[in-house]
């Protein structure tokens, strides 16, 4: 099921919960604003009740957005696997492949035992990245901004990395805490990424782990939108000056 999203302002009581939380704040990086918060837990059988790390950072990826819609999956049925289609206002359609993703339902507030459940709803894409196979999203057309929640990453050792296939090819590794064995069971987070100009758009995105064996995770709550559907960083924000920890952007070079 999508859901539209409408911009909004940054109060002053978000901006300080964000300056008391590491890595919640958007930054430049290769000329892309990138978003991150993380939510530990270590308990596969717990869904966590509170993910507000993880909800701030989404704030401030839709605070940039103007009209974008959110993908929860929740029009979908359970068992549903890929290659899924999607469609999103203003940014065209996504297919979601790869990674033995399916649709698979939990009641809310829990797990299906192992540390997965949806951020939103019952429903959430079941995936897998590095190991076997790798989760690809491709884009029907350039976007600028792409966000999503994951959730029971890096429990057995892995380390999200997700590569932009455009004009930057730019590959990313995301500060997920890494565990081992089941050490950071059910753990939540967000990540969005945007775009601040038309040469770091890109149509594709590939989830890979470049730590561990692989990893299958939780995927709920997507987010895409265009260029058109960029706005000026809040203000507030950019007077703060937040930084971000531990986030690495390597620009991959086209060969010839």
């Keep these: 099921m999508l859901r539209f999203n409408q911009s909004f302002k940054a109060t002053l009581a978000a901006c300080a919960l964000a300056v008391g939380a590491v890595g919640l704040s958007p930054q430049s990086a290769s000329a892309y604003q990138i978003f991150f918060g993380e939510d530990l837990n270590n308990n596969g059988n717990v869904a966590l009740s509170s993910t507000a790390n993880s909800a701030v950072a989404e704030s401030q990826f839709l605070n940039v957005l103007s009209g974008v819609g959110t993908e929860d999956f929740e029009g979908f049925a359970t068992g549903v696997g890929a290659p899924l289609g999607l469609s999103f206002?203003?940014?065209?359609?996504?297919?979601?492949?790869?990674?033995?993703?399916?649709?698979?339902?939990?009641?809310?507030?829990?797990?299906?035992?192992?540390?997965?459940?949806?951020?939103?709803?019952?429903?959430?894409?079941?995936?897998?990245?590095?190991?076997?196979?790798?989760?690809?999203?491709?884009?029907?057309?350039?976007?600028?901004?792409?966000?999503?929640?994951?959730?029971?990453?890096?429990?057995?050792?892995?380390?999200?990395?997700?590569?932009?296939?455009?004009?930057?090819?730019?590959?990313?590794?995301?500060?997920?805490?890494?565990?081992?064995?089941?050490?950071?069971?059910?753990?939540?987070?967000?990540?969005?990424?945007?775009?601040?100009?038309?040469?770091?758009?890109?149509?594709?995105?590939?989830?890979?782990?470049?730590?561990?064996s692989g990893d299958v995770f939780a995927f709920d709550d997507m987010t895409v939108g265009s260029q058109a559907q960029v706005i000026s960083e809040p203000a507030t924000l950019a007077t703060l000056g937040l930084g971000l920890a531990g986030m690495t952007v390597f620009r991959r070079t086209r060969k010839s």
């Design 89 to 212: 206002p203003g940014a065209g359609t996504a297919t979601l492949s790869g990674g033995s993703g399916a649709v698979a339902t939990v009641a809310s507030g829990t797990t299906n035992g192992v540390g997965r459940y949806g951020t939103s709803g019952d429903n959430f894409l079941e995936v897998s990245a590095g190991g076997a196979g790798n989760f690809v999203v491709d884009f029907s057309s350039s976007v600028a901004a792409f966000g999503f929640y994951g959730i029971d990453i890096g429990d057995f050792g892995g380390q999200l990395q997700i590569q932009l296939n455009g004009t930057a090819n730019t590959l990313i590794t995301v500060n997920n805490t890494i565990g081992s064995g089941g050490s950071t069971d059910g753990s939540v987070l967000f990540f969005g990424i945007v775009a601040e100009d038309g040469d770091e758009e890109f149509t594709q995105a590939s989830f890979l782990t470049y730590t561990g």
